[in-house]
C-alpha cells in the first residue's frame, strides 16, 4: 500500500501542486483587525492536532480531548476567570448568538448604534423569542458609548448592554470597568472582544460573558471562540443553545438531562480539537511575549508611528482626540480631496494590506510589523498628495 501511495503518478496524470511554502505575513501587512495570519505556533499546534485526529487510537482521542482542556486552563488565565467558566464556541458570532438564547426576557437589552452586525444580530433574532427587547442606543456623534450616556439610558426594564471591547473602526477601546460600575451587579455587561483579546489589556473582569475568536489578533485561524460565563451569572442563564454536549447524561432515559455546570452548559456539541489547539498555543504565546500589556505596548507605538506618518501626509484621523490608553491596535484615516477607493487601490499596489470602510482606511498592526511598513505607507501617500499632471509629452522627475 505504502509503495502505491509513494510512487510516482503515471505520464498522462498531471501533477497535482503542493502548498505554497510557509511563510510569514508580508511586510506591508496592516489588517489584523480583518485576520491575523497564524502564528507559528498556533500554525504548529493546529497541524500536531490535525495528525492525531487521522487516526484512530482511543488514546490520541484523549489528547485531542486534552488539548481543548489546556487552551480552556490557558485561557482562564489570560480572562481571570475558572477553567470550568470557559468553553470553547465555533466562532465569536455563535457565541453571542449562545449568550442571546441563554438571557431570557423580559427585559431589554442595550445595543449602542453603530457596533459591528454580529454583536447585533443575535439580539435581534431572540427578541420575541423569548429574548429581552433591543433598544439602540445612538452615541450622539461619538461610535462608543460612554459611562455617562449610559447611565442616562439605564431605564428599569434594562438587563443587559452588550458592547465590542475595541470599536471596529476607530480603534476605541471601551472602559469596560466603568461601564460595568454604572450597570451595577444587577444587569450583565456582555463583551465582544474579538477586536482586543491579543492586541491590548482589557478589563475582562468586568464582564459577565464575553466572547472572542481567535482569527485576528490572537492569530491562532478559524474554529475556535473563547466563551466566559461567569459565575456570578449562570443561574441567570437558560442553556439556550445547549445540546447533548452541554448536559451531565447525554445518554440518560429522559431528556433533556441536567445541564453540565458553567460556560458548557452552553455547547451544541464538542469542539472543533485542532481549532482548539490552535487557540490555546496562541494563548500561550501571547504570555511567552510578555502577555498582553507588553504586546500591547508593542502595538500601540507601531500604530501611533503609521499614524504619525498619516498626519504629516495631511490626512485626518478618526477619533484622533483619543488618549495613548483608549486607542487599541485600530487607526483610522481618510485623505482630503482624494478618492478612498484609490487611495486604498495605491496602498494595494505598494505592498500595503489595509481595510477600507466607505472614506475611511483601517491600519491595525502588529507585533510582527516591522518598521519598514512605516517608510511604505509614507512613501505610498506621499505618491498621491504629491501626484501632478503633467503633459504627456513632459518627462517626470522621480521622487527621493
Same mark, same amino acid.
Given at each position: 500500500?505504502?509503495?502505491?501511495?509513494?510512487?510516482?503518478?503515471?505520464?498522462?496524470?498531471?501533477?497535482?501542486?503542493?502548498?505554497a511554502?510557509?511563510?510569514?505575513?508580508?511586510?506591508?501587512?496592516?489588517?489584523?483587525?480583518?485576520?491575523?495570519p497564524?502564528?507559528?505556533?498556533?500554525?504548529?499546534a493546529?497541524?500536531?492536532?490535525?495528525?492525531?485526529a487521522?487516526?484512530?487510537?482511543?488514546?490520541d482521542?484523549?489528547?485531542?480531548?486534552a488539548?481543548?482542556?489546556?487552551?480552556?486552563?490557558s485561557a482562564?488565565?489570560?480572562?481571570?476567570?475558572r477553567?470550568?467558566?470557559?468553553? %470553547?464556541?465555533?466562532?465569536?458570532?455563535?457565541?453571542?448568538?449562545s449568550?442571546?438564547?441563554?438571557?431570557?426576557g423580559?427585559?431589554?437589552? @442595550?445595543?449602542p448604534?453603530?457596533?459591528?452586525?454580529?454583536?447585533l444580530?443575535?439580539?435581534l433574532?431572540?427578541?420575541?423569542?423569548?429574548?429581552?427587547?433591543?433598544?439602540?442606543?445612538?452615541p450622539?456623534g461619538q +461610535?462608543?458609548?460612554?459611562?455617562?450616556?449610559?447611565?442616562?439610558h439605564?431605564?428599569?426594564?434594562?438587563?443587559?448592554?452588550?458592547?465590542?471591547?475595541?470599536?471596529s473602526?476607530?480603534?476605541?477601546l471601551?472602559?469596560l470597568?466603568?461601564?460595568?460600575?454604572?450597570?451595577?451587579?444587577?444587569?450583565?455587561?456582555?463583551?465582544?472582544?474579538?477586536?482586543?483579546?491579543?492586541?491590548?489589556?482589557?478589563?475582562?473582569d468586568?464582564?459577565?460573558i464575553l466572547?472572542?475568536?481567535?482569527?485576528?489578533?490572537?492569530?491562532?485561524?478559524?474554529?475556535?471562540?473563547? @466563551?466566559?460565563?461567569?459565575d456570578?451569572?449562570?443561574e441567570r442563564?437558560?442553556p439556550?443553545?445547549?445540546?447533548?454536549?452541554?448536559?451531565?447524561?447525554?445518554?440518560?432515559?429522559?431528556?433533556?438531562?441536567?445541564?453540565?455546570?458553567?460556560?458548557?452548559?452552553?455547547?451544541a456539541?464538542?469542539?472543533?480539537?485542532p481549532?482548539?489547539?490552535?487557540?490555546?498555543?496562541?494563548?500561550?504565546?501571547?504570555?511567552?511575549?510578555?502577555?498582553p500589556?507588553?504586546?500591547?505596548?508593542?502595538?500601540?507605538?507601531?500604530?501611533?508611528?503609521?499614524?504619525?506618518?498619516? +498626519?504629516?501626509?495631511?490626512?485626518?484621523?478618526?477619533?484622533?482626540?483619543?488618549?495613548?490608553?483608549?486607542?487599541?491596535?485600530?487607526?483610522?484615516?481618510?485623505?482630503?480631496g482624494?478618492?478612498?477607493?484609490?487611495?486604498?487601490?495605491?496602498?494595494e499596489?505598494?505592498g500595503?494590506?489595509?481595510?477600507?470602510?466607505?472614506?475611511?482606511?483601517? %491600519?491595525?498592526?502588529?507585533?510582527?510589523?516591522?518598521g519598514?511598513?512605516?517608510?511604505?505607507?509614507?512613501?505610498?501617500?506621499?505618491t498621491?498628495?504629491?501626484?501632478?499632471?503633467?503633459?504627456?509629452?513632459?518627462p517626470?522627475?522621480?521622487?527621493n
Amino acid at each position: 500500500m505504502n509503495d502505491q501511495i509513494n510512487s510516482p503518478p503515471e505520464a498522462s496524470t498531471p501533477a497535482v501542486p503542493g502548498p505554497a511554502p510557509a511563510r510569514g505575513p508580508m511586510v506591508g501587512y496592516l489588517d489584523y483587525a480583518r485576520v491575523g495570519p497564524l502564528s507559528r505556533p498556533a500554525a504548529a499546534a493546529l497541524a500536531a492536532a490535525t495528525a492525531l485526529a487521522t487516526r484512530i487510537d482511543p488514546a490520541d482521542l484523549d489528547r485531542l480531548f486534552a488539548l481543548s482542556d489546556a487552551a480552556r486552563a490557558s485561557a482562564a488565565r489570560l480572562l481571570d476567570a475558572r477553567p470550568h467558566e470557559i468553553a %470553547l464556541a465555533p466562532s465569536t458570532s455563535n457565541g453571542l448568538f449562545s449568550a442571546a438564547a441563554a438571557l431570557h426576557g423580559p427585559g431589554t437589552v @442595550l445595543v449602542p448604534r453603530g457596533e459591528f452586525p454580529a454583536n447585533l444580530y443575535p439580539w435581534l433574532r431572540f427578541a420575541g423569542r423569548g429574548g429581552p427587547t433591543v433598544r439602540l442606543v445612538d452615541p450622539a456623534g461619538q +461610535r462608543h458609548i460612554t459611562p455617562d450616556l449610559l447611565r442616562r439610558h439605564l431605564t428599569p426594564d434594562v438587563t443587559a448592554l452588550t458592547v465590542s471591547a475595541v470599536d471596529s473602526l476607530t480603534g476605541h477601546l471601551a472602559p469596560l470597568a466603568a461601564l460595568k460600575e454604572v450597570l451595577g451587579p444587577g444587569r450583565l455587561l456582555i463583551v465582544d472582544a474579538i477586536q482586543g483579546l491579543g492586541a491590548v489589556p482589557l478589563e475582562a473582569d468586568a464582564a459577565d460573558i464575553l466572547v472572542s475568536g481567535g482569527q485576528k489578533w490572537l492569530r491562532a485561524g478559524w474554529g475556535a471562540a473563547l @466563551l466566559l460565563i461567569r459565575d456570578r451569572c449562570a443561574e441567570r442563564l437558560a442553556p439556550g443553545l445547549g445540546g447533548w454536549a452541554g448536559v451531565a447524561e447525554p445518554f440518560a432515559t429522559r431528556h433533556p438531562a441536567p445541564p453540565l455546570p458553567g460556560a458548557a452548559a452552553h455547547l451544541a456539541t464538542n469542539p472543533d480539537f485542532p481549532a482548539a489547539a490552535a487557540i490555546g498555543a496562541a494563548i500561550d504565546d501571547l504570555f511567552d511575549q510578555g502577555g498582553p500589556a507588553a504586546v500591547g505596548a508593542c502595538i500601540r507605538a507601531t500604530l501611533a508611528d503609521l499614524l504619525d506618518r498619516v +498626519r504629516r501626509a495631511g490626512a485626518d484621523v478618526l477619533l484622533d482626540g483619543l488618549g495613548p490608553h483608549e486607542r487599541a491596535g485600530i487607526g483610522t484615516f481618510r485623505l482630503p480631496g482624494h478618492d478612498p477607493a484609490n487611495v486604498h487601490r495605491t496602498l494595494e499596489a505598494a505592498g500595503l494590506i489595509t481595510t477600507r470602510r466607505d472614506e475611511w482606511i483601517r %491600519l491595525s498592526p502588529h507585533t510582527s510589523t516591522p518598521g519598514a511598513a512605516a517608510d511604505l505607507l509614507a512613501e505610498a501617500l506621499h505618491t498621491l498628495t504629491h501626484r501632478t499632471t503633467h503633459h504627456p509629452q513632459e518627462p517626470t522627475c522621480p521622487i527621493n
